[in-house]
Nanobody, 112 residues
Framework: QEKLVESGGGLVQPGGSLRLSCAASGFSLDHYSIGWFRQAPGKGREGVSCIVTTDNSTYYADSVKGRFTISMDTGKNIVYLQMDSLKPGDTAVYYC?????WGPGTQVTVSS
């Protein structure tokens, strides 16, 4: 059974950093792509970043380029999203996604 679980969210001041983790089970990351999405109150779910684990190619939304970095640890089956220079507009629930599977989400709040 394929399963995704996010962790690492929390409250941080503007300009701060957080690292989100997506722990995957039931499949091997070295044959799949994994994406991060987010949803802010009153808005739709937005694609943030993804990684194609077969060749480590990465993609980022324009709103996070230069600030967020996606990476993976294939041995541990974990995908990370390093978030630097956080802004209040980054406040959202962040979700890990693969195929038909979604994690339950982790809350990120950027506020002073």
């Amino acid at each position: 059974q394929e399963k995704l679980v996010e962790s690492g969210g929390g409250l941080v001041q503007p300009g701060g950093s957080l690292r989100l983790s997506c722990a995957a089970s039931g499949f091997s990351l070295d044959h799949y792509s994994i994406g991060w999405f987010r949803q802010a109150p009153g808005k739709g779910r937005e694609g943030v970043s993804c990684i194609v684990t077969t060749d480590n190619s990465t993609y980022y939304a324009d709103s996070v380029k230069g600030r967020f970095t996606i990476s993976m640890d294939t041995g541990k089956n974990i995908v990370y999203l390093q978030m630097d220079s956080l802004k209040p507009g980054d406040t959202a629930v962040y979700y890990c996604h693969h195929g038909a599977d979604w994690g339950p989400g982790t809350q990120v709040t950027v506020s002073s």
